[in-house]
């Protein structure tokens, strides 16, 4: 599990933004503090050989579409295996936002707890249909 991300969302429009801001950055309304979950979808990424000063080289980048609805740009290992529309986690550190990607097994998890309540639902499916194709196998199927 991830951790929850600070943000803010604005009262009047809804519109959600992180790190938090006081007021709306579309009109002057005030934000409410909110937390958001950790993961999102690639929008864009990117390698700077040649990083502005104070940062080494290389220098992963991406801009991530959190569930929540905001987006940030993070900091990450690597880009390898990265493509738009990757699943990723994103935590801060000091106030920095790192991205690192799911694999298959983080992404299994990250479904099963969003199941919730529908995860027995889920596993109801999966359960039948492996009967079906076990009794497909003993010659007993349809």
């Known amino acids: 599990m991830t951790e929850a991300i600070p943000a803010s969302r604005c009262l009047r429009c809804g519109r959600v933004v992180a790190p938090p801001v006081p007021f709306c950055p579309d009109h002057p309304a005030p934000m409410e503090p909110v937390s958001i979950d950790g993961y999102g979808d690639v929008v864009s990424f ?4 040649s ?38 986690a994103v935590e801060a ?16 998890r990250l479904f099963w707890h969003r199941a919730g309540d529908r995860g027995e639902t889920v596993a109801a499916i999966v359960k039948s249909a492996a009967k079906r194709i076990w009794r497909r196998g003993d010659g007993g199927g349809t």
């Open 93 to 108: 550190v000091d106030q920095v936002y790192y991205f690192s990607h799911l694999g298959l097994l983080d992404r299994a």
């Open 46 to 49: 990117t390698t700077l050989h």
């Open 51 to 88: 990083p502005p000063e104070g940062f080494r080289s290389p220098l992963h980048l991406a801009l991530v579409a959190l569930d929540g609805g905001a987006r940030l740009f993070c900091h990450g290992a690597g880009t390898r295996g990265i493509r738009v529309g990757s699943r990723v």
